[in-house]
């Protein structure tokens, strides 16, 4: 029952099981679904109440008002004042520009890529200590004990 297991190398195993623990399920992410997160609704405003229909009312007969909605609705502070987008010709070629940068940075990192674990052997050399290292190499090695053993015993269930 269990005899693909024991083809399949622990530390493949073990790799498979962090990048599934990585981030949400699928399930968690599809709308309407238990565990996904809530789909807001715009509230629905109450009616308004008849001291609320006076206000407003008492308000749009004052002259200062009239001339503060006539001011606010002549030079809006929301509205953007910046010149209109760029045409589609100016986006596409903005696009591409972009796509050009983007694969020379691409070229230049498959250039730097030998050079990489060199570079992450320096940084965990001059970052983590000897202890911590000693530290981590024992957990997992302690790991990959109990993952040899859980092999063995489904090994074991197998015969």
């Known amino acids: 029952m269990y005899r693909f297991l024991s083809s399949i190398p622990v530390w493949w195993l073990a790799i ?25 609704e715009e509230p629905v405003a109450p ?26 609705s002549e030079n809006p502070e929301g509205v953007d004042k910046r010149a209109p987008s760029a ?3 100016e986006e596409f070629a903005n696009r591409v520009e972009q796509t050009r940068m983007r694969i020379g940075e691409l070229v230049v990192s498959w250039q730097n890529l030998p050079f990489a674990p060199q570079f992450l052997i320096d940084a965990w050399q001059s ?15 302690i790991f990959l004990a109990m993952a040899a053993g859980l092999n063995g015993s489904i ?4 015969k």
């Open 16 to 40: 498979v099981l962090l990048i599934s623990a990585w981030g949400p399920a699928p399930a968690q992410m599809i709308p309407g679904t238990v565990g996904a997160p809530a789909v807001e």
């Open 47 to 72: 009616p308004p109440s008849p001291n609320d229909v006076r206000e407003l009312m008492r308000l749009l007969s004052d002259q200062s008002m009239i001339e503060w909605l006539r001011t606010q």
């Open 87 to 89: 045409s589609l010709t």
């Open 127 to 141: 970052e983590v200590s000897s202890d911590d290292t000693l530290r981590s190499l024992t957990y997992v090695l």
């Open 155 to 158: 090994a074991s269930i197998r």
